[in-house]
């Protein structure tokens, strides 16, 4: 496994390489949720390439860029156990020089649920993804369907600017109670951590409702709402039922919807969603 | 010559090229110019391709996207004339599919001089150049230094967003009166087209008076500002000694500087700029 700590070591791992070549972009302190995107690009290219970059751009200036966690030796030897072949961590001067000035704008999409709690966040997603594809020249990108808003944005810019690459998105990978896999979970003590089970229970009961036939978006976002509501260390930001492709909210839900929410346990901010078929 | 009017087109013809590939973006209506760019394309690569699209997301709202001269026979006699390999001509339809919402953004530079008088222009040159290097993926870029602020900005892009090609900037080629050659030119009446030679008097005065060791910037601009306000016929938008990396006006000249302009001459709008080295 090459470690490439460069933009200049990274493409010379890459040049050699004229095969297929599958990338997954993280921030590392990884988890069974990244994992299974190695394993994605593992079985589908001969090269892999995981890169480790806590991105600063992304963060709002009250976000948690300085304490998101980090482990590069844990990291290091997960990736290595799963047969990855490059593993690219740049420096953040190296990444955003001095005057550094460029960005990738994703509109409308953005506008809504994470975009509209994190201003600025997609212009940092967009941005540094854009960065990493150009010096990576990936075939394939995998990204996790747990950050369903990001894969949207990220499809979306692949596609309206013509980028020579495909984006997979693969399913949400959740510890046994459901809780979906974040690094962030870290940051939940032993009580967050049972509270934090309340987001996936509420999108458990808007596909049971919507089983039983249930069309009002708003009866579905009042029910999770309500269940989200009963749990005292839960403090909701949005619950959203949504067009998949636009995250427009619905009214009646005659097609595929996307259940979203992010929703503070104590301090810690967590995003889930399902998409009701 | 090919012609590729579809990205389908244009991506089996660079596919078949494996050696350097030369790229001139136009709008057409070709002069000397963007021949001179097309000649040196030939000469640095194996594989000249040329697009031809007036792109409309550059142009204001009451600007000449409508009116922009156009003559695709005589620009495609003059390519095949330089032995051009590929002329692509996309669509508006595909280049802007209905809800295209992503953009390139360079920051900080374009809010002077053009990016000041023609707000959202570069975000579109910026956009469709950069849809334009994904679709051609050209090893060599080649620009006209005529419109030098665009030189800088898709410069900026490159690197600040890791593009993986070189951009050349080219010489502005003149008429034999001194006039910088531009699609736009044909817009001018005899007369009008007379009073435009008062845009390269002016660089001239400036670079005249530069070598005879003045070192005031805002003297410079006063002299080339009352030369241009004896025409008549020629109304003055900016007339900017510069930086030439940041185009932050300048008091003293003590290192090279770019003197540029936009003026209207009539209801024709014309820019130029000279290096004072």
């Known amino acids: 496994m090459k470690i490439a700590n460069t933009f200049a070591q990274m493409k010379a791992a890459r040049a050699k390489s004229p095969g297929l070549v599958g990338f997954v972009a993280t921030m590392g302190y990884l988890h069974e949720g990244h994992l299974s995107l190695v394993k994605l690009a593992r079985a589908e290219n001969s090269l892999v390439v995981v890169s480790i970059f806590v991105n600063p751009t992304q963060f709002g200036p009250s976000e948690d860029f300085k304490s998101y966690p980090r482990d590069t030796e844990r990291d290091l030897a997960m990736l290595k156990k799963e047969k990855t072949d490059v593993v690219f961590m740049p420096s953040v001067e190296e990444m955003y020089p001095p005057r550094s000035n460029s960005w990738v704008v994703v509109e409308k999409v953005t506008d809504r649920l994470e975009g509209s709690f994190r201003p600025g ?10 960065k990493l594809f150009n010096i990576v020249e990936p075939t394939n990108a995998y990204f996790g369907q747990k950050d369903a808003q990001q894969v949207l944005v990220i ?19 959740r510890e046994s109670d459901g809780l979906a896999m974040s690094s962030r979970n870290v940051y939940l003590n032993p009580q967050e951590r049972r509270a934090a089970t309340v987001l996936f229970k509420a999108l458990k009961l808007a596909k049971t409702l919507r089983g039983k036939g249930e069309s009002s ?13 009963g749990e005292p260390l839960a403090k909701i930001e949005y619950v959203s039922i949504a067009d998949p492709e636009t995250l427009e909210e619905i009214t009646t839900i005659d097609r595929p919807a996307l259940a979203s929410m992010a929703v503070r346990i104590g301090k810690t901010r967590l995003i889930d969603n399902i998409l009701l078929e």
């Open 121 to 130: 966040h997609f212009k940092g997603v967009a941005t540094v993804v854009a």
């Open 155 to 173: 499809k979306k810019m692949v596609a309206d600017l013509n980028m020579n690459l495909k984006v997979i998105a693969a399913p949400t990978v």
């Open 217 to 229: 978006a708003e009866m579905l976002r009042q029910k999770m709402t309500s269940l989200i509501s």
